[in-house]
T-cell receptor, first 109, second 112 residues
Framework: LAKTTQPISMDSYEGQEVNITCSHN???????ITWYQQFPSQGPRFIIQ???TKVTNEVASLFIPADRKSSTLSLPRVSLSDTAVYYC??????????FGSGTKLNVKP | DAGVIQSPRHEVTEMGQEVTLRCKPI?????LFWYRQTMMRGLELLIY????????DSGMPEDRFSAKMPNASFSTLKIQPSEPRDSAVYFC??????????FGPGTRLTVL
């Protein structure tokens, strides 16, 4: 299963748009790109998933270029409650996920 | 649905003791995963089951770790004997597809 690389941490301010990138150079044809959010003392929670191009839901957008070797999670107008760790595991038909250490997003007032 | 249920939420034990962590997946979910999370290694997949059958246990650190899923509504992760380096938060997750895993609240294990 291909591993992913993310920045260790990011800082932002309330009301800003935040873009978190994830590199997955060895992504396989049948891998999906999934993003999870984790708050302290809780398990990760699903945010969004995509295979290619752009996916949008009520909380985020996911941008995936044609080569699929990277992806970008976009959080519009973040608030203090968006402070969390964000993961971008890849998954395939066998449901395996590689989470890694994630990106710690710190939203400041 | 109550979501994925894990017990205990916290466990403190002494080195050499047996530890058993328990998980009840969401009803109807046919895949179950055990993860371990530490500051140093992040979130690691230990083992996963599909329809109660272990599919891949390549993430299990060593023979001291074992996992079972006797039925669709229950799974255990056992460490025997436990060591201080096993201290971590252990998560159980379940799903019906390759899309979204639902995680439990975790068990924080401390081995003294």
């Amino acid at each position: 299963l291909a591993k992913t690389t993310q920045p260790i941490s990011m800082d932002s301010y309330e009301g800003q748009e935040v873009n978190i990138t994830c590199s997955h150079n060895n992504i396989a044809t049948n891998d999906y790109i999934t993003w999870y959010q984790q708050f302290p003392s809780q398990g990760p929670r699903f945010i969004i998933q995509g295979y290619k191009t752009k996916v949008t839901n009520e909380v985020a957008s996911l941008f995936i270029p044609a080569d699929r070797k990277s992806s970008t999670l976009s959080l519009p107008r973040v608030s203090l409650s968006d402070t969390a760790v964000y993961y971008c595991p890849l998954s395939n038909n066998f449901n395996k996920f590689y989470f890694g250490s994630g990106t710690k997003l710190n939203v400041k007032p | 649905d109550a979501g994925v249920i894990q017990s205990p939420r916290h466990e403190v034990t002494e080195m050499g003791q047996e530890v058993t962590l328990r998980c009840k997946p969401i009803s109807g979910h046919n895949s179950l995963f055990w993860y371990r999370q530490t500051m140093m290694r992040g979130l690691e997949l230990l083992i996963y089951f599909n329809n109660n059958v272990p599919i891949d246990d390549s993430g299990m650190p060593e023979d001291r770790f074992s996992a079972k899923m006797p039925n669709a509504s229950f799974s255990t992760l056992k460490i025997q004997p436990s060591e201080p380096r096993d201290s971590a938060v252990y998560f159980c997750a379940s799903t019906t597809s390759a899309n979204e895993q639902f995680f439990g609240p975790g068990t924080r294990l401390t081995v003294l």
